[in-house]
């Protein structure tokens, strides 16, 4: 509907050039870890014994509360691993979605024809640290990855800000 004034239509959504959901790795899945705590448990229950039928009673105790600190390092463990971070490519935007565990969210937008990726990199490790440079703002991003999977990430990433650098390609036939 043309109402005579200078507005430009509503903006279409844009594909995305490059889409990416980081979370932290946790090699412990949650049968493994019942698993782990049943077999502490057993070990603590069977040498609480011992030092029971030895008549160190107090020790028992003790062993109970070394699986109840066990149990509570893993449950703060599991508790940081809802943590994740989204990193969105269009060929007019950069999106960087963070979400912490406590589900406190921190988003910043960059357009991506600005965006410098900076790469901290150690000659023995690797890459350490990836951030986005742009505008005076630094922004760390895919710190839950190891240094293969950063290096792997940073050439998917740097591909996709390339592509929308290059812009939008036209195909006629399409």
Known sequence: MADGSNAFEPELPQRELFSALLTPHRSLNRTGFLALMGFVCAISFIAGLAFLMMGAWPVLGFFGLDVLAIWWAFRVNFRTARAFEEIRVTP???????????????????????????????????????????????????????????????????????AARRGPTYNPIA
């Open 92 to 162: 007019s935007e950069l999106r960087v979605r963070r979400t912490s565990h406590r589900g406190h969210v921190v988003e910043w937008v960059l357009n991506p024809l600005w965006v410098k990726l900076d790469q901290k990199q150690d000659p023995e490790f690797g890459i350490e640290k990836l951030y986005l440079v742009s505008g005076g703002r630094r922004v760390s991003i895919a710190s839950f990855l190891g240094p293969d999977e950063k290096a792997s990430f940073a050439k998917a990433l740097l591909a996709a800000l390339q």
